[in-house]
């Protein structure tokens, strides 16, 4: 469980109580909206898998695998409202760059929110490859999480903060990865592998 549910849970049961004294069945939304916040909080631990894979950053339907001007592969992933949104590290390695970046929340699942919601954006390099992904705030989202800083070594499927309420990750990927996942594919945070690592001929 994530810290800030029961916070928000707590707020919600107290006022739910002092609407209760008014009229009973007033606190009832607000006793609901508590246990949702529970659920919505909730931070199951995951096992990454072993060996030069990269794992989910979210939990999530992928919803665009797309190649980039650039060479990399952009695997974008959407969280609706009853994901588990705490984000993990794609790769073991250590957080190279962090970089915060302002803009709109249109609905997460569409293309444009890749370029154009507010965002932080991470990268992290290790055993010889790098990997970027972004942490993209929604249409309900207003608040983006990240726990780390520039400088700290992670470990493949580490916690490393959360977006509030519905969301979007994108990973990009250099071409030595090759990927593994498709559109529509479901994948859960630290424990689905959605790149591998290709071998050397």
């Not at 006793?31 to 931070?43: I, K, M, S, T, V």
């Amino acid at each position: 469980m994530v810290r800030d549910g029961i916070y928000y849970a707590g707020l919600l049961i107290a006022a739910g109580l002092g609407l209760t004294f008014v009229a009973r069945p007033l606190g009832i939304p607000l006793f609901l909206l508590a246990l949702f916040c529970l659920y919505f909080f909730r931070d199951p631990d995951r096992t990454a898998p072993e060996g030069p894979v990269a794992v989910a950053p979210a939990d999530g339907r992928v919803v665009s695998v797309k190649a980039e001007p650039n060479g990399e592969t952009r695997v974008s992933i959407f969280l609706n409202i009853f994901d588990v949104h705490v984000n993990r590290t794609p790769i073991a390695g250590t957080i190279t760059g962090v970089a915060y970046q302002p803009g709109r929340f249109l609905v997460a699942s569409r293309e444009g929110a890749s370029s154009d919601n507010e965002q932080n954006v991470v990268t992290v390099e290790g055993d010889g490859t790098r990997v970027v992904f972004k942490q993209i705030a929604g249409l309900i989202a207003r608040r983006i999480v990240f726990w780390k800083k520039p400088g700290d070594a992670v470990r493949a499927g580490e916690r490393i903060g959360l977006i509030k309420f519905g969301s979007r990750v994108d990973v990009f990927f250099g071409q030595e990865w090759e990927i593994a996942v498709n559109v529509r594919d479901r994948v859960a945070a630290g424990a689905s592998v959605i790149a591998r690592r290709k071998t050397e001929a």
